[in-house]
């Protein structure tokens, strides 16, 4: 790993550690072991066809601490699974750009590994206020109308993993629709939510987002929060273009 390394994010909201990814193919069925050694302390992931850097845990298939070889990561290849392409993630724990590694395979079959280039990160930010002019929601339980939201629209131009989430001293969550949203039936097309993904109340949704289709994004506050203001910011990151707007009133 070198300063040139990107970066990807396992915990909270940060992308600040060091990763590279390595893609193993495999030809033939059997029992294969992946040996990930380093005399440094390093995070490996492993995934199975596909992964996301904005969050590691996603599609995770295992993770290992990196310091010794005395466990190492064990993976089966059935007849299903031939031709199956698995990716090994490392990321430096502490922020160290310039750890070492290896990554040995053993197994029945001749197997290929190749490094994955991953495109450079897009980020956007999004600044806005929830106050008393801001519209009201019932957080999907059909109780008061006690909780101030903004509706922001997100046009994806080109489809992959995007992540959202917020910054604000509020105890934000944040509701992702596709299409459209209406408060009198908000599930219908509901993609995902989440509170507190990201550390101090803030949210983090990451998704798989559609090209050529709008999504909304609702920032509003926790169940526990009746009517609170405030200012708040939405940071969006992507490895592909979009547009962000202020939508109207539903």
Not at 72 to 87: A, E, G, H, L, W
Not at 156 to 170: A, E, H, K, R
Request: proline letters at 3%; a negative charge; charged letters at 15%.
């Amino acid at each position: 790993m070198t300063a040139n390394s990107h970066k990807c994010g396992s915990t909270g909201c940060s992308i600040d550690c060091y990763c590279e990814a390595v893609q193993i193919d495999v030809f033939g069925w059997g029992d294969y072991t992946v040996f990930i050694n380093s005399t440094a302390s390093l995070d490996g992931y492993i995934y199975e066809n596909n992964f996301t850097i904005f969050d590691l845990r996603r599609n995770l298939l295992s993770k290992e601490i990196i310091n010794s070889c005395d466990e190492p990561y064990q993976f089966r290849v059935d007849r299903q699974k031939m031709n199956t392409s698995f990716i090994v993630v490392v990321t430096s724990k502490f922020r160290n750009p310039q750890d070492e590694y290896t990554i040995v395979v053993n197994g029945p079959n001749v197997v290929v590994m190749k490094h994955i280039d991953i495109p450079a990160i897009i980020r956007w930010n999004y600044t806005s206020s929830l106050n008393d002019i801001s519209p009201l929601h019932d957080h999907h339980n059909c109780a008061l109308l006690a909780y101030y939201y903004e509706a922001i629209e997100i046009n994806v131009i080109q489809s992959g993993y995007y992540t959202l989430s917020s910054i604000t001293n509020l105890d934000s969550y944040g509701y992702l629709y596709k299409d459209y949203f209406t408060s009198f039936n908000p599930e219908e097309t509901s993609v995902n939510y989440n509170t507190d993904g990201c550390q101090d109340g803030n949210f983090k949704i990451t998704e798989y987002l559609q090209s050529n289709t709008t999504y909304i994004l609702i920032v509003t506050t926790h169940m526990m929060e009746k009517f609170a203001q405030g200012p708040f910011s939405v940071i969006i990151r992507g490895h592909h273009n979009i547009t962000i707007k202020r939508t109207g009133m539903f």
